[in-house]
C-alpha cells in the first residue's frame, strides 16, 4: 500500500531535486514541506502541504481501496534586483506544475494569486487533487 505521505515525500524530493539542477533556480527559492511556525523571511519560497479533502471511499465490492489526496503548493516572492515578484511566482509555479502533474499524476484544481497580508510579497496558491489506488499503486488525476 503507498500513502499519502509517501506519495508528499516523493513531490517534495522531486521538486527539491528539480530546483537542484543548474538553471532551474535562478531565484534561489527554497522549498518546505511544512507550514513555517516563524516569520519566514527568504524570498522566494515554495511551501508544500497536504490537504485532506475528503475521507477514503470503499469501493462497492469493498475489496477495493482509493486514498483521496490533495497538496498545495503556496508560492510566495518579493521584487528582487533581476526579477519581479510576479516572474519568478510564474517561473516557479510552472516548475511545481510540471512536477506535480507530468511527474505524479495529480490533476491542477486551483491556481488562485491570493492577496498577502506583506503587499511587497506576491503569493500564489496551487491545489493539486489526485486518487491513490492501493491495489496498483497507481495515482490518477481527479
Request: hydrophobic share 40%; net charge negative; charged share 25%.
Given at each position: 500500500?503507498?500513502?499519502?505521505?509517501?506519495?508528499?515525500?516523493?513531490?517534495?524530493?522531486?521538486?527539491?531535486?528539480?530546483?537542484?539542477?543548474?538553471?532551474?533556480?535562478?531565484?534561489?527559492?527554497?522549498?518546505?514541506?511544512?507550514?513555517?511556525?516563524?516569520?519566514?523571511?527568504?524570498?522566494?519560497?515554495?511551501?508544500?502541504?497536504?490537504?485532506?479533502?475528503?475521507?477514503?471511499?470503499?469501493?462497492?465490492?469493498?475489496?477495493?481501496?482509493?486514498?483521496?489526496?490533495?497538496?498545495?503548493?503556496?508560492?510566495?516572492?518579493?521584487?528582487?534586483?533581476?526579477?519581479?515578484?510576479?516572474?519568478?511566482?510564474?517561473?516557479?509555479?510552472?516548475?511545481?506544475e510540471n512536477v506535480i502533474q507530468n511527474?505524479?499524476?495529480?490533476?491542477?484544481?486551483?491556481?488562485?494569486?491570493?492577496?498577502?497580508?506583506?503587499?511587497?510579497?506576491?503569493?500564489?496558491?496551487?491545489?493539486?487533487?489526485?486518487?491513490?489506488?492501493?491495489?496498483s499503486k497507481i495515482i490518477y488525476r481527479?
Amino acid at each position: 500500500m503507498i500513502t499519502r505521505d509517501e506519495v508528499f515525500d516523493e513531490i517534495y524530493q522531486a521538486i527539491v531535486a528539480k530546483l537542484a539542477i543548474v538553471g532551474n533556480n535562478p531565484y534561489n527559492a527554497t522549498v518546505l514541506s511544512y507550514i513555517p511556525s516563524y516569520k519566514f523571511d527568504e524570498f522566494p519560497v515554495i511551501v508544500l502541504n497536504q490537504v485532506d479533502y475528503r475521507l477514503d471511499r470503499e469501493a462497492l465490492n469493498k475489496n477495493e481501496k482509493k486514498h483521496y489526496f490533495s497538496i498545495e503548493a503556496q508560492i510566495f516572492s518579493i521584487d528582487k534586483p533581476t526579477f519581479n515578484r510576479r516572474t519568478i511566482a510564474n517561473s516557479l509555479s510552472n516548475l511545481v506544475e510540471n512536477v506535480i502533474q507530468n511527474d505524479f499524476g495529480l490533476g491542477l484544481n486551483m491556481s488562485n494569486v491570493i492577496p498577502n497580508l506583506d503587499e511587497s510579497v506576491y503569493r500564489v496558491i496551487l491545489r493539486f487533487n489526485g486518487i491513490i489506488d492501493d491495489d496498483s499503486k497507481i495515482i490518477y488525476r481527479e
